[in-house]
Antibody, heavy 123, light 107 residues
């Protein structure tokens, strides 16, 4: 079954760290660039980060993250991660991992999404 | 950053009616625009990419059109399962951006 399953969300205090995980199955994970996208009622859907499919793992981030978040992947485990540091109240959101529609080059549209994991940053 | 504006914010229609949703970009995105459908408690689902190409399994009643800065998603005849929120998204420039969404609800 082709799917993405996120985990690792929860309630944390401002300034804390959290690592989100996304497990991929049912497709050749190493062929696809992967993304993290978050959604809030106020700001809607926001692209956060992308990591390329290949060795070397080119990464790109939304500027506003200012180095607080790091995307990574382990092709041997079919996993993609989002390490989130110095969390702020405004990082409260549902975080989705998503797959690029096409193999190889990117970006394209996102054709496969996980169910999302909720991160709540609150004191 | 490319800002996407969607209108209307809400569209109230009945099953069988035609829905016309608009997405306008603050600068040209060529044809690199996608549409997603999202239902409550679910992740977005890709409907259309590159302006007019239906994703796998998407029925032909979903029709995308436009170019440059003006795009339209038409649902030719609404089915009960089409009542949802629809987002547009551009891949022409970084950062990738989404529109705020149009909610299609039952009249």
């Amino acid at each position: 079954q082709v799917q993405l399953v996120e985990s690792g969300g929860g309630v944390v205090q401002p300034g804390s760290s959290l690592r989100l995980s996304c497990a991929a199955s049912g497709f050749t994970f190493s062929y696809y660039a992967m993304y993290w996208v978050r959604q809030t009622p106020g700001k809607g859907l926001e692209w956060m980060a992308v990591i390329s499919y290949d060795v070397g793992y080119y990464k790109k981030y939304r500027d506003s993250l200012k180095g607080r978040f790091t995307i990574s992947r382990d092709n041997s485990k079919n996993m993609v991660y989002l390490q989130m540091n110095s969390l702020r109240v405004e990082d409260t959101a549902v975080y989705y991992c998503a797959r690029d529609r096409a193999t190889g080059t990117y970006p394209h549209a996102f054709d496969l999404w996980g169910q999302g994991t909720l991160v709540t940053v609150s004191s | 950053e490319v800002v996407l504006t969607q209108s209307p914010a809400t569209l109230s229609l009945s099953p069988g009616e035609r829905a016309t949703l608009s997405c306008k970009a603050s600068q040209s995105v060529s044809i690199y625009l996608a549409w997603y459908q999202q239902k409550p408690g679910q992740a977005p689902r890709l409907l259309i990419y590159e302006t007019s190409i239906r994703a796998t399994g998407i029925p032909p009643r979903f029709i995308g059109s436009g170019s440059e800065t003006d795009f339209t998603l038409t649902i030719s005849s609404l089915e009960p399962e089409d009542f949802a929120v629809y987002f547009c998204q551009q891949r022409h420039d970084w950062p990738l951006t989404f529109g705020p969404g149009t909610k299609v609800d039952l009249k």
